[in-house]
C-alpha cells in the first residue's frame, strides 16, 4: 500500500511559479511510475507529466518548457517546478504513483492551484 500527501499549491499571479511536493509513504518508491495530472472544473483529468527513475520524463504539449518533473528516491518524493504559470493551468493536481503505465495505481488527495490576477 502506498499513501501519496501533495503540498505546494496556492493562488499565484500569471507568470509566476510554484513547486508542487508529492511524498510517498510505503516501500518500493524509487521502482514506480510518478505522475502528476490535474482536472480542472467541467473537465477531465489529464496527465500534466510523468517520471520513470531520474531521467525518463514525459510532458503534455501544453506545459512543456514551463513545466518540470523530478524525483528525489532517498526522499520519496516526486517534484513538479511550475513556471510561467497561466490562468489555464488553474486545477486540481494530483500525484499518482504505478507499478506500472496500464494499472490505476495510487492517487494523492489533490492539490488547488489557483493562476489569477
Known amino acids: 500500500q502506498v499513501q501519496l500527501v501533495e503540498s505546494g499549491g496556492g493562488l499565484v499571479q500569471p507568470g509566476g511559479s510554484l513547486r508542487l511536493s508529492c511524498t510517498a509513504s510505503?516501500?518500493?518508491?524509487?521502482?514506480?511510475?510518478m505522475g502528476w495530472y490535474r482536472q480542472a472544473p467541467g473537465k477531465q483529468r489529464e496527465m500534466v507529466a510523468t517520471?520513470?527513475?531520474?531521467?525518463?520524463?514525459n510532458y503534455a504539449d501544453s506545459v512543456k518548457g514551463r513545466f518540470t518533473i523530478s524525483r528525489d528516491n532517498a526522499k520519496n518524493t516526486v517534484y513538479l517546478q511550475m513556471n510561467s504559470l497561466k490562468p489555464e493551468d488553474t486545477a486540481v493536481y494530483y500525484c499518482?504513483?504505478?507499478?506500472?503505465?496500464?494499472?490505476?495505481?495510487?492517487w494523492g488527495q489533490g492539490t488547488q492551484v489557483t493562476v489569477s490576477s
Open positions: 517520471i520513470i527513475s531520474t531521467v525518463i520524463t
Open positions: 499518482s504513483a504505478k507499478s506500472s503505465p496500464s494499472v490505476y495505481g495510487y
Open positions: 510505503g516501500r518500493g518508491f524509487s521502482s514506480y511510475l
